[in-house]
Nanobody, 121 residues
Framework: QVQLVESGGGLVQPGGSLRLSCAAS????????MRWYRQAPGKERELVAA????????NYADSVKGRFTISRDNTKNTQYLQMNSLKPEDTAVYYC??????????????WGQGTQVTVSS
């Protein structure tokens, strides 16, 4: 019954903005490191952004730094990705990921189904 459900994707013009949401259920969201990945045709899946369980630290790919902001609301079991100044090269399927490493093991590594973001004029 673990679920990660992305929403907010769509078609946007270059320079525009989108806000992606990921609604999580079936696990202890507040203990998970949350990440956004994306995959464009012909490219490897890449890490876009990550946020710690408490939301006190973030990490971004160089390609999106200064344009994207990852956040989370542990009271709503939801993480977000605010995407501004979008470029055509941001076009990809965006995936929500919940990851919880522990000492010596991975407790879980969950993935959503993805949401399409298309940046085109």
């Amino acid at each position: 019954q673990v679920q990660l459900v992305e929403s907010g994707g769509g078609l946007v013009q270059p320079g525009g903005s989108l806000r992606l949401s990921c609604a999580a259920s079936g696990f202890t969201f507040s203990r998970a490191t949350m990440r956004w990945y994306r995959q464009a045709p012909g490219k490897e899946r890449e890490l876009v952004a990550a946020i710690t369980s408490a939301g006190d630290s973030t990490n971004y790919a160089d390609s999106v730094k200064g344009r994207f902001t990852i956040s989370r609301d542990n009271t709503k079991n939801t993480q977000y990705l605010q995407m501004n100044s979008l470029k055509p090269e941001d076009t990809a399927v965006y995936y929500c990921n919940a990851y919880r490493p522990s000492i010596g093991i991975i407790l879980y590594d969950y993935w959503g189904q993805g949401t399409q973001v298309t940046v085109s004029s």
